[in-house]
Structure formats: C-alpha cells, structure tokens
C-alpha cells in the first residue's frame, strides 16, 4: 500500500505543462479547485472529469501512476461518501431502517463529494508535482509570494520548507517499506489481528521511522550548508522565470474550463446539488 503513494514524486517530460512556468502551473492549480467547487449539476462533473483526462494526456505521465496517486485515498473517500449519504437529507426516500434514512439527494451528493476528492488530487498531482521539479516549484512559491517580503515574510525559507516536506514524502514512504521488509523478516505481523493489535505493531515502525526522518533531515541540513547555503538573502537564480508560449496554452485551457463548468451549471443543471 505504501508504495502506490505518489505524491510529491516527479516525472520528467518535455509536455506543454513541464515546460511552462512554475507561476503559471501555481495559479492555473489554485483555480482549478476554485472552480471545482462550484460544478453543481452531473453535466459539470461529467466536463471536469473529460477536462482532467485531457490534461494528463497532455502531460504524458502514466495512467497508472494517477491511478496509484488515488488508491492510498479510497478510505478517505468512501468514508466521506458514507457520511454524506447518511447525514444528507432529501425529499426522495430510498431506503429507511428506524433512525436510519437514505435519500436519493445524499447518495448523489455523495458521488458528487467522492468525485470532487478524486478530481482535486489528480489535478493538483499533475498541475504541479508530477510535472514540476522541486527546484521549479521553490522558485514559483517564492515569487508568487515575493510581495510578502515587504512586510518581513521570509518567502525564500517558507517556499523552500514547503517544498522539501513535499519532496520528503516519498523517501519517507521507501524508507517506510525497508523497515517494515524488516520488521516482518524479524516475524513481526501487521496483517492479523484486531485494531488494538495492529496499531501496537506500528510502534516497531514508527520509533525507527522517526530516528530515520530526523537523521536525514540533519543530514541534509549539513549538505546545504556546506554549499554555503544561508537563506534566500543575495541568492541569485541560474534559470530566471519568465513565461512563454506553453504559459499562454496554460491560460486558455483554464479559461476553457472555467466557462465549462459555468456553462454547464447554467444549461444543464439536471440532479443539481
């Protein structure tokens, strides 16, 4: 299971998203999940999900690399679709058990909220870490942020922790599966069990993960400064920003889906939510 998470990895490719502006990538992710919450009817979700397949195929990174992107997240998901068909309340009755009362409006509410939650992470994924390098996606941060420096925000050290934590996640995950390789060599069980059992076999996990996760943070700690790296004061940029044609198609695309969904909000509002 660990393995099938791919957040914060990166895929190399020469695609319009790789190639455009982290700035570009920055602001066209922000309002991608701006408008996705404002798809009401099936019609916009139908537009978003086509919209979504064509940008990964334009980006060209696997479809099975999305799809393990979902996978660690179905729990998550189809605990939040339980919730909303149970506590959605609507006029159909589908079906009714004592206090229990299921709704055609929640079960529709519900598939809508599962494929928000599907949509927002495998837009975000492509938009931004699969096609971006995390040298990039420091540099976009910062300069989104640049006018916070006026006010004496570190921009440069907040935009490069968010970027290594992000970057740390899957090293965090492989060193996770060595030790849990060796955890089981040793005869130690994590499939067997009740809850209680299973939540006190991660201890032989968690305590080596930890010691593990503050070894290789000092370590980089030590690398960075040893490149005499001091903060973003005086810093100067081998590659400047600069947007470009891909950043143009960028902004189309988002247009594109913007008046999307608000026209098939307006046109064809069936089972609205």
Same mark, same amino acid.
């Given at each position: 299971m660990m393995k099938d998470v791919t957040l914060g990895q990166y895929f190399s490719g020469n695609s319009v998203l790789h190639r455009a502006d982290p700035r570009a990538k920055l602001m066209f992710a922000f309002f991608y999940i701006? $408008?996705?919450?404002?798809?009401?009817?099936?019609?916009? /979700?139908?537009?978003?999900?086509? /919209?979504?397949?064509?940008m990964i195929a334009i980006s060209g990174v696997p479809f099975k690399s999305v799809i393990r992107a979902v996978k660690p997240l179905v729990f998550i998901i189809l605990f939040t679709a339980l919730l909303n068909i149970f506590w959605t309340k609507g006029e159909k009755v589908l079906f009714e058990w004592k206090f229990i009362h299921i709704y055609l409006e929640g079960v529709i509410f519900a598939l809508f909220m599962a494929v928000r939650i599907v949509?927002? $992470?495998?837009?975000?994924?492509?938009?931004?870490?699969?096609?971006?390098?995390?040298?990039?996606?420091?540099d976009g941060i910062e300069a989104l942020l640049n006018p916070l420096?006026?006010?004496k925000v570190p921009v440069h050290d907040f935009a490069m922790m968010m970027t290594i934590a992000m970057r740390f996640i899957p090293t965090l995950i492989e060193e996770t599966d060595k030790i849990m390789d060796a955890q089981k060599a040793r005869g130690a069980d994590f499939e067997n069990g009740g809850l209680i059992k299973k939540a006190k076999s991660l201890i032989p996990i968690l305590i080596p993960l930890f010691v593990s996760s503050f070894k290789r943070a000092d370590d980089l700690a030590v690398a960075m400064e040893c490149r005499s790296y001091r903060g973003g004061e005086g810093r100067t940029k081998l590659k400047q920003?600069?947007? +470009?044609?891909?950043?143009? $198609?960028?902004?189309i695309l988002a247009v $594109?889906?913007?008046? +999307?969904?608000l026209l098939c909000n307006y046109f064809l509002p069936y089972i609205s939510i």
């Open positions: 701006i $408008v996705l919450f404002f798809a009401k009817s099936a019609a916009s /979700f139908g537009f978003a999900l086509l /919209f979504t397949i064509m949509l927002l $992470v495998v837009g975000m994924t492509i938009a931004l870490t699969y096609t971006t390098t995390p040298i990039a996606l420091t420096k006026k006010i920003l600069r947007y +470009g044609k891909c950043d143009i $198609v960028l902004f $594109v889906f913007v008046a +999307g969904i």
